[in-house]
T-cell receptor, first 113, second 112 residues
Framework: EAQVTQNPRYLITVTGKKLTVTCSQN?????MSWYRQDPGLGLRQIYY???????DKGDVPEGYKVSRKEKRNFPLILESPSPNQTSLYFC????????????FGPGTRLTVT | AQSVTQLGSHVSVSEGALVLLRCNYS??????LFWYVQYPNQGLQLLLK??????LVKGINGFEAEFKKSETSFHLTKPSAHMSDAAEYFC??????????FGTGTSLTVIP
């Protein structure tokens, strides 16, 4: 089944404790992206990647890191999480960038206390 | 940078009534436009997309949207609402550079 998977689905952590949210797609897509969803703000793009070793900042990259060492994986790293990063995070992929719809993962709900 | 405006964070319609969800974008260059739907506790699913072919785009579940360049709008409509349409709807825009911009979403309630 074609899908985007994220792990974990739920995470509660404390301020400053490094964490990684994994994202993997099995559709051989070139483009992958991370978003955060907050009430009243919609989805905001954090980082995106057009291909392996190519990443770009979205609208809200501060406090996040990403890497794209393999085509199928695009982990999101929070090196020192803060409470304002409490949010619902979505990973998405598409065949290429702007021309195609994105396929979204199920989401990761992160709480930072 | 683009901005995407969805007027009305909450819309309520009666079952069987017309659904109209509004979306306006800021670009002077026609972008690629998308509508997504999000059901509770799920990720987003594509409803339809505009990619500079026909200005009236048909999507899944009876939804359609019309691209109006003069109004920089891409409003989503459905002639007759069904209870299963209750969800959150997001308008999105992509542009050269491959960045995506989403609106703040409209929560649709369908009243029986």
């Amino acid at each position: 089944e074609a899908q985007v998977t994220q792990n974990p689905r739920y995470l509660i952590t404390v301020t400053g404790k490094k964490l990684t949210v994994t994202c993997s797609q099995n559709m051989n897509h070139e483009y992958m992206s991370w978003y955060r969803q907050d009430p009243g703000l919609g989805l905001r793009q954090i980082y995106y990647s057009m291909n392996v070793e190519v990443t770009d900042k979205g609208d809200v990259p501060e406090g996040y890191k990403v890497s794209r060492k393999e085509k199928r994986n695009f982990p999101l790293i929070l090196e020192s999480p803060s409470p304002n990063q409490t949010s619902l995070y979505f990973c998405a992929s598409s065949p290429t960038g702007m021309f195609y719809e994105q396929y979204f993962g199920p989401g990761t709900r992160l709480t930072v206390t | 940078a683009q901005s995407v405006t969805q007027l009305g964070s909450h819309v309520s319609v009666s079952e069987g009534a017309l659904v109209l969800l509004r979306c306006n974008y800021s670009s002077s260059v026609p972008p690629y436009l998308f509508w997504y739907v999000q059901y509770p506790n799920q990720g987003l699913q594509l409803l339809l997309k505009y990619t500079s072919a026909a200005t009236l785009v048909k999507g899944i579940n009876g939804f359609e949207a019309e691209f109006k360049k003069s109004e920089t709008s891409f409003h989503l409509t459905k002639p007759s609402a069904h209870m299963s349409d209750a969800a959150e709807y997001f308008c999105a825009v992509s542009e050269i550079g491959n960045q995506f911009y989403f609106g703040t979403g409209t929560s649709l309630t369908v009243i029986p």
